[in-house]
């Protein structure tokens, strides 16, 4: 599958994690590999891929779907369209690394973000956690899985996609029965800082996912092999 890409690591060993970075309108694959860098060194057995869009989007930036003319009633049309070949993306380097669903993370910026979150809407248990910076859904969930936790971490002055817009997502999926997680960055518009990185970094490593708690509590437990060591 040839699609653009940019490698942040390819561990020399098995992959026991597989981190997908998705970017903004207008942004490549390598810029975004930047933020991926913060990772690395926390997750040394992760395989770490920044992925581009599918079409071009000025001088040197890639899209998942054109935003001229997007309205509310028009962006689900173009997120739907474009779908299967994200889902295939995905499926294309858990194959690619050997990394299963439950140990793969989707960490995506703006309509990277928005891709990442439509995803897991679209396919039910395609990865075990989104990382979503200054995202949203185009509709929101009716229902919701604890199967992926989702982590929305939001600028507290974004102009670009309105804090409401993740305070609705948060809202929803708790209300579907969804493992979710919103943390609010002050005095922050449409960007990722430290605080923002720092937010991401300790959910992966502390954040349980609600559906281990589910599972004792109902007497089972998981199966090791479908433990994440995101921790």
Known sequence: MKHDHFVVRRPDKPAKQLLLLFHGVGDNAANMGQIGSWFAPLFPDAMIISVGGVEPCGPNGRQWF????????????????IMPTFIETVRY??????????????????QGSIMSLESVKAQLGL?????????RFATLPQSATTQTTIHLIHGGEDRVIELSHAVAAQEALIRGGGDV???I????????????????????????????????LSGGKPNDDNIVEFM
């Open 66 to 81: 054109s935003v001229q003319g997007v309205t509310e009633e028009n962006r689900q049309a173009r997120i739907d369209a």
């Open 93 to 110: 380097w858990q194959q690619e690394s050997g990394v299963g669903a439950e140990a793969t993370a989707l960490i995506g910026f703006s």
């Open 127 to 135: 990865v075990s956690r989104v990382i979503a910076f200054n995202g």
């Open 181 to 183: 997680t919103l943390d």
């Open 185 to 216: 960055v002050d005095d922050l518009g449409h960007a990722i800082d430290d605080r923002s990185m720092q937010f991401a970094l300790d959910h992966l490593r502390y954040t349980v996912p609600k559906h281990y708690f589910d599972e004792a």
